[in-house]
T-cell receptor, first 111, second 115 residues
Framework: QQQVKQSPQSLIVQKGGISIINCAYE??????FPWYQQFPGKGPALLIA?????SEKKEGRFTISFNKSAKQFSLHIMDSQPGDSATYFC??????????FGKGNQVVVIP | DAMVIQNPRYQVTQFGKPVTLSCSQT?????MYWYQQKSSQAPKLLFH???????NEADTPDNFQSRRPNTSFCFLDIRSPGLGDAAMYLC??????????????FGPGTRLTVT
């Protein structure tokens, strides 16, 4: 059973555009929601994370929006650049040392 | 810089020949994880150590074992690799004190090929 559902599966964005990836979860015990960025042949790198006590967190061009009542959160990449082309994973955790990952989203930013 | 290091980065082994992958960390984190990641899939947790306590995932095959001799090092042993075990193996660490979840930091991974 997929605990975190991620959409869309892939995304093609023009340089300078906004990339938006959505995730939904069911387990209300989740209290930590990170996003990971992974380039081919590399390990995932923590990009940004949010806890349910805030509805939005911004770090540079990356923003997480969190909707607790809808049990959804999303990653927005503003002014997308070709160097942002990667696979993005959302995840969730409820304090049991485990991360539940979404299936991943491949973002391609074309010049 | 504090980091998670995995060796080797690429490993080729023969079908059925035991192989060991290693992970070390300079972050002094008390939790260490091993994940398996196949192409175009999310990382799949195999097991993790909370300090010296070993926690196996229910669906991790017995073919996979792990050792953590000290805080800094953790090893993944695959006793009899099959073709289906070819994957990227990722080590990660986090610090956990019984409170809210903390970030997991991943190493660069070891790409395992089984011939």
């Amino acid at each position: 059973q997929q605990q975190v559902k991620q959409s869309p599966q892939s995304l093609i964005v023009q340089k300078g555009g906004i990339s938006i990836i959505n995730c939904a979860y069911e387990n209300t015990a989740f209290d930590y929601f990170p996003w990971y960025q992974q380039f081919p042949g590399k390990g995932p790198a923590l990009l940004i994370a949010i806890r349910p006590d805030v509805s939005e967190k911004k770090e540079g061009r990356f923003t997480i929006s969190f909707n607790k009542s809808a049990k959804q959160f999303s990653l927005h990449i503003m002014d997308s650049q070709p160097g942002d082309s990667a696979t993005y994973f959302c995840a969730a955790s409820g304090g049991n040392n485990r991360l539940a990952f979404g299936k991943g989203n491949q973002v391609v930013v074309i010049p | 810089d504090a980091m998670v290091i995995q060796n080797p980065r690429y490993q080729v082994t023969q079908f059925g020949k035991p192989v060991t992958l290693s992970c070390s960390q300079t972050l002094n984190h008390n939790v260490m994880y091993w994940y398996q990641q196949k192409s175009s899939q999310a990382p799949k947790l195999l097991f993790h150590y909370y300090d010296k306590d070993f926690n196996n995932e229910a669906d991790t095959p017995d073919n996979f074992q792990s050792r953590r001799p000290n805080t800094s090092f953790c090893f993944l042993d695959i006793r009899s690799p099959g073709l289906g075990d070819a994957a990227m193996y990722l080590c990660a660490t986090s610090t956990q004190g019984g409170g809210p979840s903390y970030e997991q930091y991943f190493g660069p991974g070891t790409r395992l090929t089984v011939t």
